[in-house]
């Protein structure tokens, strides 16, 4: 397996160490979407909004080395919200195809990571009593 690495600031590091383990999925997943939305273009054929925007925008978030106030309330772009929503409300009524399904995964995996940041914050922000 081919190893890349990045350079990041150091506190931005020490943050995200917890989280380690779900870099490789994550960025596996970003840049096959990326590619999968590149290759629509060259084809030309329309496609749905999908992650690789939402994914840019937690990156660049995450590039700016917010700070635990911004971390709280970060909420992802309204484009991403309303696609979110129209896979939930579709996944209701019908059938995902496969592409949504996915996309519906991807989704759910960068909510988790979100999630897992805010709750490090607030453990950071409101530690609990000593043993």
Known sequence: MAQI?????????QRLAPYQNQFSGLFTRLIA????????????????????????????????????????????????????????KK???????PSESAELDLYEQLDTLIGLLKVRVYATLNPGPQN
């Not at 496609?47 to 992802?76: E, K, M, R, W």
């Not at 996944?91 to 195809?97: F, H, K, W």
């Open 5 to 13: 690495t990045i350079d990041i600031p150091d506190d931005l590091a």
């Open 91 to 97: 996944n209701r009524e019908t059938t995902l195809n």
């Open 33 to 88: 979407t990326t590619l999968l939305s590149q290759q629509s273009l060259e084809q030309s054929t329309p496609t749905p909004p999908n992650t690789s925007s939402t994914y840019q925008d937690i990156l660049d978030f995450l590039i700016s080395q917010p700070t635990s106030a911004q971390i709280i309330g970060f909420q992802v772009s309204e484009p991403s919200q309303s696609r979110l929503q129209t896979l939930l």
